[in-house]
């Protein structure tokens, strides 16, 4: 079975720091996404990339960036977090129409 | 207008009841997934189906392809069953989400 691993469960972090989300999947998938859930809005994307460099905007990537350095790593970056980014994150790799899930990272900006 | 709408919001049901999840999709897509999300915690996919019906355990997920509809039941359910149900419609690079239907089954 595919692994997608997110490196924390739950992080706290202040406003204005730098944040790393780090994602890693193990099945040599070249798609990886980003989303952020938030309660009655759903899953919505924040960025994805379709091999190593690559990226593309979602649809909410205003305060985020991403970096693809390798295929099987895919941060997401906070450059300076704020409140309103409080949230759970999800990392998702896929192939075809199969589609795997990380844990979640539930991050609070205080 | 959201790509996928799902219903109810929210379900309370009793233990043992029989319970159907709604999904309804305007994009055009070959298959849709039904995830499980448990309360704090990260999404499992439970069914990815293009035509007709999947069954797993006392999990039974349908789709009309031409209606563009999917629903998901659960026979016997139990308290263990209590999460939230995504259905989720992959279209080119993208997979459009429905928000979600919370479950709570009450022993």
């Known amino acids: ?30 798609n990886m996404f980003w989303y952020r859930q938030d ?35 895919f941060s997401l970056i906070l450059e300076s977090a704020s409140t309103n980014q409080t949230s759970m994150y999800l990392c998702a790799s896929r ?7 990380g844990s979640g990272t539930r991050l609070t900006v205080v | ?45 439970l069914f990815m189906l293009s035509s007709g019906k999947k069954k797993h355990g006392r999990l039974i997920a349908t789709i009309n392809i031409q209606e563009k509809h999917s629903s998901l039941h659960i026979t016997a ?10 259905c989720a419609a992959p279209t080119g690079n993208q997979f459009y989400f429905g928000t979600g239907t919370s479950l709570t089954v009450i022993p």
Not at chain 1, 46 to 73: H, L
Not at chain 1, 95 to 101: P, S
Not at chain 2, 3 to 8: A, C, D, I, T
Request: with cysteine; glycine share 10%; charged share 25%.
């Open chain 1, 39 to 73: 309660p009655g809005l759903g899953l919505r994307l924040i960025y994805f990339s379709y091999d190593v460099k690559m990226k593309e905007k979602g649809d909410i990537p205003e305060g985020y960036s991403v970096s693809r350095e390798k295929k099987e790593r």
């Open chain 1, 1 to 30: 079975d595919v692994k997608v691993t997110q490196s924390s469960r739950y992080l706290v972090k202040r406003t204005g720091e730098k944040v790393f989300l780090e994602c890693v999947q193990d099945m040599d998938h070249e």
């Open chain 2, 77 to 86: 359910s139990h308290p263990r069953d209590s999460a939230v149900y995504i």
């Open chain 1, 95 to 101: 192939k075809g129409y199969g589609y795997t899930f």
């Open chain 2, 1 to 45: 207008k959201n790509e996928v709408e799902q219903s109810p919001q929210n379900l309370t049901a009793q233990e043992g009841e029989f319970i159907t999840i709604n999904c309804s999709y305007s994009v055009g897509i070959s298959a849709l997934h039904w995830l499980q999300q448990h309360p704090g915690g990260g999404i499992v996919s």
